[in-house]
């Protein structure tokens, strides 16, 4: 549940959906390692582990109303979009779910990197 706050209400909006995105990150990284194909999940794996690092920056970012969280929550987009790619190559639910929630950070973060502040 998001905090309210006198935040920007675009800016809080990327917030939740980086957080969100970080978590799901997270459980989908274990759940991936507990996979029986763990070997075809490697760059997944990866993936997922920036996603998260790169999402949970970016809330620090604009949680600091920080001179650079639009150029952060560009690059957030770019990963989040390269998370979702990587997770829609595995079918079960933990990676499908986790695609989703990137490409809606990815969405917030490219809307947040062109709002004007």
Do not use: W
């Not at 929550?73 to 979702?84: K, V």
């Amino acid at each position: 549940m998001p905090m309210p706050t006198g935040m920007n209400p675009t800016m809080q909006a990327c917030i939740d959906a980086c957080n969100a995105c970080l978590q799901a990150c997270e459980e989908c990284y274990v759940a991936c390692l507990n996979e029986p194909d763990v070997q075809a999940r490697i760059h997944c794996i990866q993936v997922l582990r920036d996603c998260a690092d790169v999402c949970s920056m970016a809330s620090q970012y604009m949680s600091r109303n920080s001179e650079f969280s639009q150029q952060f929550c560009n690059l957030c987009a770019t990963i989040c979009d390269a998370c979702a790619a990587e997770c829609t190559k595995f079918q079960d639910t933990h990676c499908q779910n986790c695609a989703n929630i990137c490409r809606t950070c990815a969405d917030e973060c490219r809307k947040m990197s062109t709002t004007k502040m």
